[in-house]
């Protein structure tokens, strides 16, 4: 079946709105803590950070997605794709 997440992924990716806030994607908390250095950052610490994006707050979670990415592959490349399961 189809969740949350791939519906909303599915909303994101067709109808492309600038000032959407993608709730239920984790690699937008994993890119937002690797950013802002922060340990786990809570839903409603998301939302507070997002607000300042306004309005385009899904553009921000796009490139926070981007660099989340960047960084696992950055961890991979130095130690292995051991050190990704380790983090």
């Not at 306004?54 to 592959?73: D, E, G, N, Q």
């Amino acid at each position: 079946g189809v969740g949350s997440w791939a519906a909303g992924y599915i909303y994101y990716r067709g109808a492309a709105p600038a000032d959407g806030l993608p709730l239920a994607e984790p690699r937008i908390l994993h890119g937002l803590a690797s950013a802002y250095r922060l340990r786990s950052p809570s839903m409603q610490t998301y939302q507070r950070i997002a607000s300042g994006w306004r309005p385009f707050r899904a553009w921000v979670c796009l490139l926070l997605m981007r660099h989340f990415s960047r960084s696992v592959a950055e961890l991979k490349a130095e130690h292995g794709p051991e050190a990704v399961l380790s983090a």
